[in-house]
């Protein structure tokens, strides 16, 4: 949070600033052309209130989402996951 001292301010500005680029790299990157016009709150909104289940099989946890959902979070995994390969040294 912003307080009186110029040097934390500056400092929480660069964070926000990293943020904002980092999003905007996962979104050109990651989501398809339809989600590029979205800002952050409806690109949160709409990754993460998807309707869901949670449930025990084998000793496990599973999360149960619509088929529509999972392709989508597999495109984004995807799609995530070449991004991080083309920035590794």
């Known amino acids: 949070m912003p307080c009186g ?3 934390a301010n500056a400092a929480f500005f660069r964070i ?3 943020a904002h ?3 905007v790299l996962f979104k050109h990157s990651a989501l398809d ?3 590029q016009r ?3 709150a ?3 909104w709409r990754l993460f209130h998807l309707p869901g ?3 025990r099989h ?3 946890l599973v999360l149960k989402i619509a088929t529509e959902s999972v392709e989508l979070f597999q495109n984004i995994r995807t799609k995530s996951y070449q991004l991080a390969q083309s920035l590794a040294p």
């Open 5 to 7: 001292q110029f040097e």
């Open 16 to 18: 926000g600033v990293i």
């Open 21 to 23: 680029n980092l999003f």
């Open 33 to 35: 052309s339809g989600w």
């Open 38 to 40: 979205y800002r952050v």
């Open 42 to 44: 409806t690109v949160r």
């Open 53 to 55: 289940k949670l449930v």
């Open 58 to 60: 084998a000793r496990s």
